[in-house]
């Protein structure tokens, strides 16, 4: 698609409905060899991030999306060392995992140099200067290749990757059992994976649960979350999966506010109280993903 300065930006929701937001000043668009993408700012939602013609962050929802994603898992597992990042273009993943001082080696891989250089030099508001932090290693390759061939362990594994729901690869591929197989081969004992599973709304669960129950076939343990995503204009979730770890369930909020204050990290959208009672369902949604 085309963006226009004070054009209209046409979003179509999961459920097959259409929203429109006004574009307020296209920053830039353009085209990699993997995929098109567009960076425009919005009146109501800040500065926007469009690939493949869908909104995949804006910085409303930044930290809403983000802490969710990566802090429950960090926290769950108390000291990661060595964390993987699985997509995670516009660097924001990584800043919030290397807020952890015990970390001494992440992992980010991307197939898209060129889209991660435009976020790098366009959305700092993302990264905030993630990319330059000496831990990060940066490998622009084939994911699939990647989770292969590497043979190490992480203390943490981050997917932040396209939905299960698009129809073309690598989509499904990304939320399949024989994925996350390969995954749970990197992690080391007592590690935790965790990944967006797309929206959860009465009207649409079904990603959030073929995400949930693919996970479950290969990890002992999973966990749902779910945050409101003005953005998305639905609910979205997260997973979180895991073999051996204990997850304090009667004292979830204490235990990530321990969490935080030994790290030294105080987050923007979340505080221990409503990071913890995100993995608090409603009684209907319990209900239909049984």
């Known amino acids: 698609m085309v963006l226009k300065n004070g054009g209209l930006f046409k979003q179509k929701l999961s459920g097959g409905d259409t929203v429109s937001s006004r574009i307020g000043e296209v920053v830039l668009q353009g085209e990699t060899a993997y995929q098109s993408y ?13 690939i493949d013609g869908d909104l995949r962050s804006s910085q409303l929802d930044l930290d809403t999306y983000h802490e969710a994603l990566v802090h429950p898992a960090m926290l769950a597992h108390g000291e990661p060392r060595k964390v993987l990042i699985l997509g995670g273009v516009d660097g924001a993943t990584a800043f919030e995992v290397l807020r ?18 435009v ?26 290749k990647f989770v292969t061939e590497r043979d190490e362990k992480f203390d943490v594994i981050i997917c932040d990757l396209p939905d299960s729901h698009e129809e073309v690869e690598p989509g499904k591929a990304f939320h399949s059992v024989g994925f996350y197989t390969l995954l749970k081969g990197l992690i080391s004992a ?12 009465l009207f649409d669960l079904n990603t959030h649960k073929q995400v ?24 979205w979730s997260f997973v979180v999966a895991f073999d051996t770890r204990f997850w304090p369930e009667t004292m979830l909020a204490s235990s990530f506010q321990q969490g935080l204050e030994r790290h030294a990290i105080e987050l923007s959208h979340f505080d221990s109280e409503s990071l913890a009672a995100s993995f608090t369902l409603a009684k209907r949604i319990k209900a239909e993903l049984k």
Not at 100 to 117: I, Q, T
Not at 120 to 135: I, V
Not at 190 to 201: F, K
Request: glycine share 8%; aromatic share 12%; net charge negative.
């Open 38 to 50: 567009g960076i425009w700012e919005s009146k109501t939602l800040g500065k926007c991030l469009v």
């Open 100 to 117: 952890y001082p015990c970390v001494k080696e992440v992992v980010m891989v991307d197939v898209d140099r060129e889209l991660v250089n």
């Open 119 to 144: 976020c790098f030099e366009y959305l700092p508001e993302w990264h905030r200067g993630g990319f330059d932090d000496p831990r990060l290693e940066m490998r622009f390759e084939n994911i699939f």
């Open 190 to 201: 007592g590690g935790l994976l965790s990944t967006q599973a797309g929206a959860l709304a």
């Open 212 to 235: 949930r129950e693919k996970l479950g076939e290969v990890f002992a343990n999973t966990r749902s979350s779910m945050v409101a995503h003005d953005s998305f204009f639905v609910p």
